[in-house]
């Protein structure tokens, strides 16, 4: 009976494992599809912004729809938004895991490691799933946030941001992270 016993525990153990393993992955999947509705999502907004009006008018329109956007799609369980060590809006400062992540993440872009750069996290204890995907540089982000910022686009972020401190960024440089939560008890 003991044998018996030992034995149901073990398969039990192991289907639990095996269910932990595929919510996890299914959690990654979702934290996947949120983070890049984000980034197309302000994309497109930031786009538009910039042709009707130019980086100024970007610079305005990031700080009005980004927050609502990351809001928009914070539901069922899930809190999605942006952090970074250098942050533009004072809201998106990194949490002490986050700030580890974005750490790695430095490390590995100038280790020149290739393939997305992403984290996720499990708390054994609430079930609580976290999720980070870098978010680089690119060369039309320096207009915003490089090193050398037109005087009529700093003063745009420095109105609209008046803590600012992410500029001075070169192209393929972390800029940031999204970073999401998924609360099993928020789901419900």
Known sequence: MCF?????SSIA??????TTDLNEQDNRNEARAHAKELGSNLKTRLQEAIKRGGLEVGVEECKL?????????SKEGWTVGRTALRVRNP????DDWETAQLIKFAEQ???????????????????????????TTGQVC???????????????IKKAYPEDEATGFKPGSLRGAFTLRYSPTDAE
Do not use: W
């Open 91 to 94: 809201n998106n400062k990194p």
């Open 142 to 156: 320096t207009a915003c946030h490089g090193e050398q910022v037109s005087p009529s686009v700093l003063s745009a």
């Open 4 to 8: 018996a016993l030992v034995g149901f």
């Open 13 to 18: 153990s192991a289907v639990q494992q095996t």
């Open 109 to 135: 872009l100038s280790e020149n490691v290739t393939g997305p750069l992403e984290a996720t996290h499990v708390d054994g204890k609430t079930g609580e799933f976290r999720y980070m995907k870098a978010i």
């Open 65 to 73: 729809v980004a927050e609502p956007i990351a809001h928009s799609l």
